[in-house]
């Protein structure tokens, strides 16, 4: 379920700095798990085995090793030795954040918050709690991951994509494009990082057949589920 009026949410887009959209995720995700002790082992779909304290652990882990000048992303797993609680984490976490060196602008904290991001939706969708219309991370993010994804095309031989979403629209692999695919910005993003399987991701609206390009789809860290864990934008 998506949160606010969708048809005029992307005019009021915010294109923030990625540390501004680091630390507005960080808070909304904050806002969602302060309090409530009770959701820290409820499984996340998005990210098989883990848990929601499993998520933050990783989300302070991340945070961590880049203060520490060690950055580790992708994380296959949150460090297993730290046994804090939800609120002992969610307690570290601003202070960790507020050592984040000057040098997060560049691909690193693109990196940083495309994570956060993807991995709040994560939580969103396992709680049953509403997708924001628009979520601070999301422009950087989807520069990143439709950039990340374009290599994979260009490595596989492929044509460039278009993709549009009202409001923005991004090309992911080099030349001129010679298919189209619009969709909601949230379907679009969650097709790029692993959380639509390819049958969701074929009904978005492709100007021509989408089967050469769906394997493009399964990138470095990304891959499509086998089976859908969570509907597409419009409920289906």
Not at 56 to 77: F, I, M, Q, S
Not at 119 to 128: I, K, N, P, S, V
Request: charged share 25%; glycine share 10%; with cysteine.
């Amino acid at each position: 379920m998506i949160t606010d009026d969708d048809a005029a949410a992307p005019e009021r887009w915010e294109r923030l700095t990625e540390r501004q959209g680091y630390e507005r995720t960080r808070e909304s995700i904050t806002g969602l798990l302060a309090g409530r002790p009770e959701l820290s082992g409820v499984p996340v779909a998005a990210c098989p085995g883990w848990t929601v304290r499993d998520v933050l652990a990783h989300l302070l882990d991340v945070c961590k090793g880049v203060v520490n000048g060690v950055p580790r992303l992708p994380l296959e797993r949150p460090d297993p030795d730290n046994e804090a609680d939800l609120a002992e984490l969610l307690g570290r976490w601003p202070g960790l954040s507020a050592q984040l060196p000057d040098r997060f602008e560049g691909l690193l904290g693109y990196k940083m918050t495309m994570d956060i991001l993807t991995h709040e939706l994560d939580l969103r969708r396992a709680l049953g709690e509403p997708v924001p219309a628009e979520p601070p991370a999301l422009p950087g993010s989807m520069d990143l991951v439709t950039l990340g994804m374009g290599l994979t095309v260009i490595d596989q031989g492929l044509p460039a994509l278009l993709l549009e979403t009202p409001g923005a629209s991004w090309l992911v692999g080099r030349g001129d494009p010679v298919v189209t695919v619009r969709g909601h910005r949230h379907d679009l993003f969650r097709s790029l990082t692993g959380r639509r399987t390819l049958r969701q991701i074929a009904r978005l609206d492709w100007s021509e057949p989408p089967d050469k390009w769906l394997p493009a789809f399964t990138w470095p860290p990304f891959q499509p589920p086998e089976e859908p864990f969570e509907p597409m934008a419009d409920g289906s």
